[in-house]
């Protein structure tokens, strides 16, 4: 199991930036690709960002791409998760997800271990 603690939430404006970041421990993270997915009230979960740790390859929602930066940090086993151009509809709980292949996936069942989430508002 890895525990994940996710943290570098907040308020923001609109156009705004945001560096989210998760600490990884408990499991070596070489077969594990790494994900970030939100939550906003009243909706389902949605695949933000996910990067394969061995890799580095990446693969993006489109409602992020161009906006958001997935990476990892190896040597400090962190993934971090660089939103600019933020929008309102960005507005969420942020949560890092692992998923114990080196594969990606879109889905929330995808992951295996969560942590907390991070409350990311965006205002207008």
């Known amino acids: 199991q890895v525990q994940l603690v996710e943290s570098g939430g907040g308020l923001v404006q609109s156009g705004g930036s945001l560096r989210l970041s998760c600490a990884a421990s408990?499991?070596?993270?070489?077969?594990?690709?790494m994900g970030w997915l939100r939550q906003a009230p009243g909706k389902e979960s949605q695949f933000v960002a996910a990067?394969?740790?061995?890799?580095?390859?990446?693969d993006y929602a489109d409602s992020v791409k161009g906006r958001f930066t997935i990476s990892r940090d190896s040597a400090k086993n962190t993934v971090t998760l660089q939103m600019s151009s933020l929008k309102p509809e960005d507005t969420a709980v942020y949560y890092c997800?692992?998923?114990?292949?080196?594969?990606?996936?879109?889905?929330?069942?995808?992951?295996?271990?969560w942590g907390k989430g991070t409350q990311v508002t965006v205002s207008s």
């Open positions: 990067i394969n740790w061995s890799t580095g390859s990446t």
């Open positions: 997800a692992a998923r114990p292949w080196a594969t990606f996936s879109r889905s929330s069942a995808g992951y295996a271990d």
């Open positions: 408990g499991r070596t993270l070489s077969s594990y690709t």
